[in-house]
């Protein structure tokens, strides 16, 4: 029985023309999704990771990309850095400078990589002649072409939504819901006092900076701040709670009437 499940599992379709045909399809149906290298063959591991599948991350941190992580710090960091310096220069100068500045930076970057790769290849010889010896070689095969198919999709998506918000626009300036348009002009005075305090580079600028913090700091203190939220859960479910019960007291006493005096005989006499 050991050989034969050692067989199976280096070459199922040996055991598979054993089978009935539609047991067979369903069981090669089945081994399509075990077979992750797609060589049609079952190694060890990818059985056992068919029968204990991972986890799916849970939470909005398991929604965000792996990237925002820092599971790979060199690269979270030409990603996050260079975006972050782009937004603070656009806050200081003109988007013009920076843009040019921006593009001579690279231009610098690229031939220093160049100078770089050419003295350790061809004058000192400490590397081969390989276009891995390129600290950008990986920037070289990146494919900057954008497809129709892509484009078509997103213009679909991206006018769909424009009309959608347009509607609901509508729908909100011309009280057609009083309740939803009563609610829009609470949340725009709302806004008015955050335009106020800063402007929509700045709100950008700090949600790309705790878009990369958060994520590490909650898988480092997961614990801790769990614990945390769930006190703060309870104690917002306490107020609510007391918040309530006065609210029921007040609305459900009836107002005592007044005792009539009572008239006693010496009173009367």
Same mark, same amino acid.
């Given at each position: 029985?050991l050989q034969e499940f050692q067989i199976?599992?280096?070459?199922?379709?040996?055991?598979?023309?054993?089978?009935?045909?539609?047991?067979?399809?369903?069981?090669?149906?089945?081994?399509?999704?075990?077979?992750?290298?797609?060589?049609?063959?079952?190694?060890?591991?990818?059985?056992?990771?068919?029968?204990?599948?991972?986890?799916?991350?849970?939470?909005?941190?398991?929604?965000?990309?792996?990237?925002?992580?820092?599971?790979?710090?060199?690269?979270?960091?030409?990603?996050? @850095?260079?975006? &972050?310096?782009?937004? =603070?220069?656009?806050? /200081?100068?003109?988007? +013009?400078?920076? *843009?040019?500045? #921006?593009?001579?930076?690279?231009?610098?970057?690229?031939?220093?990589?160049?100078?770089?790769?050419?003295?350790?290849?061809?004058?000192?010889?400490?590397?081969?002649?390989?276009?891995?010896?390129?600290?950008?070689?990986? @920037?070289?095969? &990146?494919?900057?072409? =954008?497809?129709?198919? /892509?484009?078509?999709? +997103?213009?679909? *998506?991206?006018? #769909?939504?424009?009309?959608?918000?347009?509607?609901?626009?509508?729908?909100?300036?011309?009280?057609?819901?009083?309740?939803?348009?009563?609610?829009?002009?609470?949340?725009?005075?709302?806004?008015?006092?955050?335009?106020? @305090?800063?402007? &929509?580079?700045?709100?950008?600028?700090?949600?790309?900076?705790?878009?990369?913090?958060?994520?590490?700091?909650?898988?480092?203190?997961?614990?801790?701040?769990?614990?945390?939220?769930?006190?703060?859960?309870?104690?917002?479910?306490?107020?609510?709670?007391?918040?309530?019960?006065?609210?029921?007291?007040?609305?459900?006493?009836?107002?005592?009437?007044?005792?009539?005096?009572?008239?006693?005989?010496?009173?009367?006499?």
């Amino acid at each position: 029985l050991l050989q034969e499940f050692q067989i199976f599992l280096t070459n199922p379709q040996f055991i598979m023309s054993h089978f009935p045909e539609e047991v067979a399809e369903a069981i090669n149906d089945m081994l399509k999704n075990g077979d992750t290298d797609g060589d049609g063959k079952i190694s060890a591991k990818e059985a056992e990771m068919y029968m204990n599948p991972p986890k799916p991350k849970e939470g909005l941190v398991g929604l965000l990309p792996s990237i925002t992580s820092w599971t790979s710090p060199l690269e979270t960091a030409t990603v996050f @850095l260079p975006t &972050l310096a782009v937004l =603070v220069a656009i806050s /200081c100068y003109s988007i +013009i400078s920076v *843009i040019s500045t #921006s593009c001579l930076l690279m231009l610098l970057a690229v031939s220093l990589s160049k100078v770089y790769t050419h003295v350790m290849v061809n004058l000192l010889a400490k590397k081969p002649a390989e276009p891995s010896s390129d600290p950008l070689h990986k @920037l070289y095969a &990146l494919d900057l072409t =954008v497809k129709a198919e /892509c484009v078509e999709n +997103i213009i679909g *998506i991206v006018v #769909s939504n424009v009309n959608d918000g347009f509607g609901q626009l509508r729908s909100l300036f011309l009280f057609d819901n009083l309740a939803d348009s009563l609610k829009f002009g609470v949340a725009m005075y709302c806004i008015t006092y955050i335009g106020s @305090l800063c402007n &929509l580079l700045t709100i950008i600028t700090f949600a790309w900076i705790t878009l990369f913090t958060f994520p590490r700091l909650y898988t480092d203190n997961k614990e801790a701040i769990d614990s945390l939220v769930e006190k703060m859960f309870e104690q917002v479910e306490q107020v609510k709670s007391k918040t309530m019960s006065l609210v029921s007291r007040k609305g459900g006493a009836a107002p005592t009437p007044a005792k009539s005096a009572e008239k006693t005989p010496e009173k009367e006499e």
